[in-house]
C-alpha cells in the first residue's frame, strides 16, 4: 500500500485517480478532523484470481476480463509519484491497514 497527502497536485490527478476503482484499488480519504486527503493505493499482489476449473486438469482456465476488477495495481502503474506532485509518499508492509496508518498520522496535525 502507498498513501500521499494532498499538496501541490498536477492537474486532472484527482480524476485519474478515482477512474476505475474497482480495478486499480485506489481510494481517497478526506479526514474530517483536519481535512487533509490521503490517497491510496493497493500495489502488488495479491490479485484475485478467478475463471473456471477445468474437470479434466483441474486447472484455472482464465476467461475474458482476466486481470480486470483484481484491486491493485502494480508498482509501474502507480499515480502517487514525485512527477503527479506528490511528496511525502509513504509504503506500508503487507497486512497493514491504510486506514490505521491515516489515524496515526493525521494525528499529528492540528485539528481544523
Request: no cysteine; glycine share 8%.
Amino acid at each position: 500500500m502507498r498513501k500521499e497527502t494532498a499538496q501541490g497536485l498536477t492537474k486532472n490527478i484527482k480524476e485519474k485517480f478515482v477512474y476505475k476503482t474497482e480495478d486499480s484499488g485506489r481510494f481517497i480519504v478526506t479526514s474530517i478532523r483536519t481535512g487533509k486527503k490521503y490517497y491510496v493505493e493497493a500495489i502488488g499482489d495479491p490479485h484475485l484470481s478467478w475463471g473456471s476449473i477445468d474437470q479434466a486438469s483441474g486447472k484455472m482456465n482464465v476467461k475474458k476480463g482476466w486481470k480486470r476488477y483484481k484491486g491493485s495495481i502494480e508498482h509501474e502503474e502507480s499515480l502517487i509519484n514525485k512527477e503527479n506532485g506528490f511528496e511525502k509518499i509513504h509504503s506500508l508492509k503487507a497486512g497493514e491497514s491504510p486506514l490505521e496508518y491515516i489515524d496515526r498520522l493525521d494525528s499529528k496535525y492540528e485539528d481544523k
